[in-house]
């Protein structure tokens, strides 16, 4: 099946996840410049790292110990982890100067927490789409979109997802799939950018959006991936990329960031057909230029 895009303006979400390096003052930092920059969302990240991760992996060195904030990896992880009362500071910061706030949850204590928060949306890491005991509460405790990135998931359980999301009648209106490849970061033959279209072939009348989650480096394929019909952009974000930590270097910093929003928006107001054979900008250039014989 062919479908008509329609091309709405790109939503651009700079998402910080954990890049604030565990304080809430440069988290604040990187909201102002994502806003500075043109990105009118930004997105956190929310674990219960007890529940989430088993005790062998929370006591287990970080495996790149140079990045890590702890001794183990659980001790690095909660260094990073914001609690719920500083998601409730980020989300007011976000109120107050006209950014969209959001976070990622990785299990159901996390997803049962920033429910309570109504934002706009939440967000289903890649890692945590099989886990179906918090797609429920997600599905049926929260009102808002439910984005979902499906790097390293199978076809078949994409459609387990979907059909779970369907089981209540709620894909349509509320489930939101990224086009993603899980990597830190993703070299340009591994992004597989036509997923996008298997998503519209298989999905486009079964979900409410497509989007686009990318871990490269630049971004001229993000261009691409809303020309294919992702209409949500998400890309990680950072102030420097040379900064202690796992995701920095697979992010953008601001300049970057910025010439990401000039380049979608330009394309947006590119990808439509001529209102005329020939234009008026045209015309000049034709009255001048034009072969008379």
Same mark, same amino acid.
């Given at each position: 099946?062919?479908? %008509?895009?329609?091309?709405?303006? +790109? @939503? ?15 988290? @604040? ?9 043109? =990105? ?7 674990? *219960? /790292?007890? %529940? ?18 702890? @001794? ?21 910061? !976000? ?19 920033? !429910?309570?928060? *109504? ?11 099989? *886990? ?25 359980? $994409? %459609? ?11 894909? @349509? ?12 970061? $993703? ?9 996008? /279209? ?6 486009? %009348? ?12 630049? $971004? =001229? ?8 019909? =992702? ?18 270097? =697979? ?28 234009? +008026? ?9 034009? /072969?008379?014989?």
């Amino acid at each position: 099946m062919r479908f %008509e895009y329609d091309y709405k303006e +790109p @939503k651009i979400i700079a998402e910080i996840g954990c890049n604030h390096k565990g304080e809430i003052d440069i988290a @604040k930092e990187l909201i102002d410049l994502a806003k500075d920059s043109g =990105a009118k969302y930004v997105k956190f990240q929310k674990r *219960n /790292n007890k %529940e989430l991760l088993t005790k062998e992996q929370y006591d287990t060195p970080h495996p790149v110990l140079e990045n890590s904030y702890g @001794k183990t990896y659980g001790e690095h992880r909660e260094f990073l982890e914001f609690t719920k009362k500083q998601h409730s500071q980020l989300k007011d910061y !976000c109120d107050s100067i006209g950014v969209i706030y959001s976070t990622s949850v990785w299990d159901v204590t996390s997803a049962k927490e920033m !429910c309570e928060f *109504n934002p706009e949306f939440l967000k289903v890491p890649s890692a945590c789409n099989n *886990n179906f005991e918090m797609l429920k509460v997600l599905r049926d405790e929260y009102k808002g979109q439910v984005q979902l990135s499906i790097g390293m998931t199978t076809k078949e359980e $994409v %459609e387990g997802i979907v059909k779970f999301f369907e089981e209540t009648n709620q894909a @349509k209106s509320r489930l939101l799939i990224y086009s993603c490849t899980s990597g830190y970061p $993703v070299p340009a033959k591994d992004v597989s950018l036509l997923e996008i /279209n298997w998503l519209y072939e298989n999905y486009g %009348e079964r979900v409410n959006e497509i989007g686009f989650s990318g871990h490269h480096l630049g $971004v =001229a394929l993000d261009v691409a991936a809303y020309t294919l019909g =992702a209409r949500w952009i998400e890309r990680h974000f950072t102030k420097d990329k040379t900064w202690k930590g796992t995701d920095h270097g =697979a992010s953008l910093e601001p300049d970057e960031l910025k010439l990401l929003v000039k380049s979608l928006n330009e394309a947006y107001e590119s990808l439509h057909y001529k209102n005329d054979e020939i234009l +008026p900008i045209e015309q000049v250039q034709r009255d001048k230029l034009k /072969n008379r014989k």
